[in-house]
């Protein structure tokens, strides 16, 4: 019994300091998962700094992170709009904006990098803030298909770094997929196993391999779809049509694939293509290039496979 209490104890009071330990949260990025993952982590009553290169970046975040949160709020508190007002300013007040990552990165408990697919930008982001984060802080990365280990390779601190994989919208989207490479420890693994689900969403362990669980499956699924419409097998229009129709599918995977961000997919089969070139799934698409090549990335800039200009 004795020792049952102690155990308890020692439970609770690990989980009280895992708890009191995440506070202050960086996030890297105000795109689209950077916006969502601050939305969430201030939702949640922590103090979150989001961060960008520019004052204007910053400040379209913000106003995105309002859109977004008024969304939530009227669905939240649709019979009690004086406490969704509340709600919503005391999320707000959770918020700051900078564009000094290391400034902010030097008292903050948590760093969550959401900026762009590429290893070498992450690579040196993160090496720059090993520097000057706080011993206890930990770094986690947004990565949709980077090797957690590699994107970690430049930092002292390996132990404390490990995946937190979002899903776009991350205010409506429940899951948050927790990676761990060799080197991350079980503390580590855990604190961000807690923030997940402090943030309101569920969690899922995953070993550090290409895509993890869901985009090891829904990115070749998206790709295969493209090569069809290259094929002429089908327009873009059926096939969104035929998933969401006859696989139950929210949205087709040229919705999806603009909804994502044709660079972001773009990004992560040549990533993987480099990784294993033999693979078929992993092929580069004409099509995918050339509308990248463009600067046709979907809803984001206004036009994908879809137009979206009003
Ligand atoms: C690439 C990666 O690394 C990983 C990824 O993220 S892969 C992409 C994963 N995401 C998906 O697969 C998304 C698939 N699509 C969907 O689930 C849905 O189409 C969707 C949730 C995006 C939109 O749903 P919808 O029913 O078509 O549209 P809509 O009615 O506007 O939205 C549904 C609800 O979500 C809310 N919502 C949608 N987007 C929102 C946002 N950005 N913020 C807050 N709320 C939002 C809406 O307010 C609405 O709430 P109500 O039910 O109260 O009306
Ligand atoms: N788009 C999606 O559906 C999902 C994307 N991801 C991943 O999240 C990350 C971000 O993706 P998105 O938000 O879609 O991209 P995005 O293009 O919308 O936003 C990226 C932001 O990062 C900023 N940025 C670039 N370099 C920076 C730096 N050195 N310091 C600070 N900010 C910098 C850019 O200015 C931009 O605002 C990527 O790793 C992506 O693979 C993960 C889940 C889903």
Redesign the pocket.
Same mark, same amino acid.
């Given at each position: 019994m004795a020792f049952a209490t102690s155990a308890l104890v020692r439970s609770l009071s690990t989980s009280a300091s895992r708890q009191a330990a995440i506070k202050h949260v960086t996030v890297i990025g105000g795109g689209l998962m950077g916006t969502?993952i601050t939305q969430v982590a201030a939702q949640s009553g922590h103090n979150v700094t989001m961060c960008d290169v520019s004052d204007d970046i910053v400040q379209k975040g913000l106003a995105r992170i309002q859109d977004?949160l008024k969304?939530?709020v %009227? %669905?939240k508190y649709k019979d009690d709009p004086t406490a969704g007002q509340k709600f919503f300013d005391s999320t707000m007040e959770n918020i700051r904006i900078d564009t000094n990552v290391e400034r902010v990165a030097a008292s903050t408990d948590l760093v969550i990098e959401a900026i762009i697919e590429n290893l070498d930008i992450k690579q040196k982001l993160f090496s720059s803030l090993d520097k000057v984060a706080p011993q206890h802080t930990i770094f986690a990365s947004n990565t949709?298909?980077l090797p957690i280990k590699d994107i970690a390779s430049t930092c002292e601190r390996q132990d404390r770094f490990g995946g937190l994989?979002?899903?776009?919208?991350v205010?409506?989207?429940k899951l948050v997929e927790v990676v761990r490479f060799g080197a991350t420890s079980n503390e580590t693994f855990q604190s961000l196993t807690d923030f997940g689900q402090a943030v309101g969403k569920t969690t899922v362990s995953c070993k550090d391999t290409p895509g993890f669980i869901?985009?090891r499956l829904?990115?070749p699924y998206m790709m295969e779809a493209v090569r069809m419409l290259e094929r002429g097998d089908a327009s873009a229009k059926d096939i969104d049509v035929a998933m969401k129709l006859g696989a139950g599918?929210?949205?087709g995977p040229f919705e999806?694939t603009d909804?994502?961000g044709i660079d972001?997919?773009k990004f992560?089969m040549d990533g993987w293509h480099e990784l294993d070139p033999d693979q078929p799934l992993f092929k580069p698409s004409e099509l995918v290039n050339k509308l990248v090549a463009e600067g046709k990335l979907g809803m984001k800039s206004g036009e994908g496979f879809y137009s979206y200009k009003k």
């Open positions: 969502g977004s969304r939530v %009227k %669905k949709s298909s994989h979002f899903f776009n919208p205010p409506v989207m869901v985009n829904l990115v599918y929210p949205m999806l909804y994502v972001t997919c992560i």
